[in-house]
């Protein structure tokens, strides 16, 4: 449902359509507070509606922090940099961050990245070795990996 700028909303259908916002796919409170500030609440009402997503665990931020880590490495194949600094952006707790890590096994996060590599590297069709090293190693510290993993997987694929 589309609502003009001058239309005003009320508490009680604001607070229906941030449920479904929240119910939809788990959300950060910076989430939240964007979707808020295109509706023209005023200060009152956005905290009245925080409080309530909050009490009836709409909003959690260590649900979101868990799911956000666990999405972005099993489906984009992201690392742990670029899923730290993302979660960051957001607002997370250091606390929240360190217990989204923890849904990421170190046997799976490794197997992952030893797999993105080698894809990777088959294709490149770059011939000069140095090219193709800076081509992989932007490539995989782009997506978060850690920088001893990339050059020690690099050196191991691209030996001179």
Known sequence: MYTS???SITL???????ERYCAYQERCHKDIEDKLNTMKLIPEA????????LDYNFLNE?????????????????GKQRIIRELKYRGISEYNLKTALKEISEKDY???FHQLAEKKYNTIKETNKNKKRKKLAD???YRGW???????KVNEL???
């Open 5 to 7: 700028p001058k239309q």
């Open 62 to 78: 260590e649900r979101f922090a868990k799911s956000f880590a666990r999405g972005k490495f099993n489906i984009k194949k992201w």
């Open 12 to 18: 009680t259908e604001a607070i229906k359509k941030m």
């Open 110 to 112: 490794l197997d992952t």
């Open 158 to 160: 691209i030996s001179f």
């Open 46 to 53: 956005k905290e009245k509606i925080i409080l309530h997503l």
């Open 139 to 141: 490539y995989l510290l």
């Open 146 to 152: 850690e920088t001893n993993l990339v050059y020690e």
